[in-house]
């Protein structure tokens, strides 16, 4: 009788020792699926910073293109306007010449 007490005791720790195995294992899965899970989200988080980033570059890249653009067009309109001042000038003194001979030809 004993002896029944005692396989069943041993039937019993043993049993308990799968249990225990059993819930570690369960355990380490757990752990490895939410490990998986924040590197996968730590992933996406970097992608997404690189995006922006990356956004970010094209904006700045566009806004200098812009203000070369503009800059170009201010340099642009001011070389328009020395040329018409120059050909003002032109005909300005082109006038007076003219002018002038009038005169000298009155004199003669």
């Not at 069943?8 to 699926?33: A, I, V």
């Not at 340099?75 to 300005?92: G, I, V």
């Amino acid at each position: 009788r004993a002896q029944q007490e005692q396989e069943k005791q041993l039937l019993l720790q043993q049993q308990e020792r799968q249990r225990q195995q059993q819930e570690e294992k369960q355990r380490q899965l757990m752990e490895e699926e939410v490990q998986r899970q924040q590197q996968q989200q730590a992933l996406l988080q970097q992608q997404q910073e690189q995006k922006q980033l990356q956004q970010q570059q094209e904006q700045e890249k566009q806004r200098q293109q812009q203000e070369q653009a503009r800059q170009q067009l201010m340099q642009k309109e001011e070389e328009m306007r020395k040329l018409q001042q120059q050909e003002e000038q032109q005909l300005q003194r082109q006038q007076e010449l003219e002018q002038q001979q009038q005169v000298m030809k009155q004199q003669q």
